[in-house]
């Protein structure tokens, strides 16, 4: 079989198994660590603007990974910091740093729903989820910024472990990335991510724009991504709590 006709078998084979589907876009985006700092614009209701900037550290990959997501402006955000650790069987354990009170809190499941300090991401949205946790339905296909993609509906298969009932994924059938993803509760829209301007980085396809749209609070974030990189040296001992502390 040639190169060409096993691709085009493959590709027809994913299509009709969105578990397939999802798996391929983990495998393809799969990585030893990342890092990167984002630039993030807050949109409020009335267009009033918040700029805040963070850097962020991953080790390992999807339900076997550990981050760390630190404000370095402006200055009245300045080191408050998160720690997760995602797990491949449960939702993560997340803890958050604010420097002014010199004190740790961990994020219970419950308030995961959350805006993440003053921007349109919640906790939830800022964990990694390995393919198992979630059942898949391929919807149908649809074309997103002039790509063919295809709509997959995502459930988690613990209900408790998630603000949304079900998700919408849409997913470029050329390069197999995420280019939106609508979290729903029962019918209602909570908030949808919007991935532009998806860049070849070390073989991984990469959004480097990110829009986060609130829609119950009119309300968005558009994080640009800067001086991203994988698969660079870290320690385990940069993940710990003890290591959030210090800052």
Sequence with gaps: MSKFVWLFAAAAAFGQDPRQIIEEVQKRTRADSQRYEGTLQVIDGKNRIADKRWEYERLGSFGDSKAVLRFVAP???????????????????QWMWTPALQRDRRIALQDRSTRFFGTDFSFEDLEERDVNQNDYKLVGDETIDGQACWKIESRPIKTKSS???HSYLWVRKDIYAFVQVEGRKNEQIVRRIHYRDLEKVKGIWTAR???VIDIGRNSRTVMKLEKLDYNIPMKESDFTLQALRRG
Excluded: F, W
């Design 75 to 93: 200055a009245e955000v300045k080191g408050v910091a998160l720690l997760i650790h995602n797990h491949k069987d449960r939702s993560s354990d």
């Design 163 to 165: 603000q949304y009932t």
């Design 209 to 211: 724009t990110l829009e």
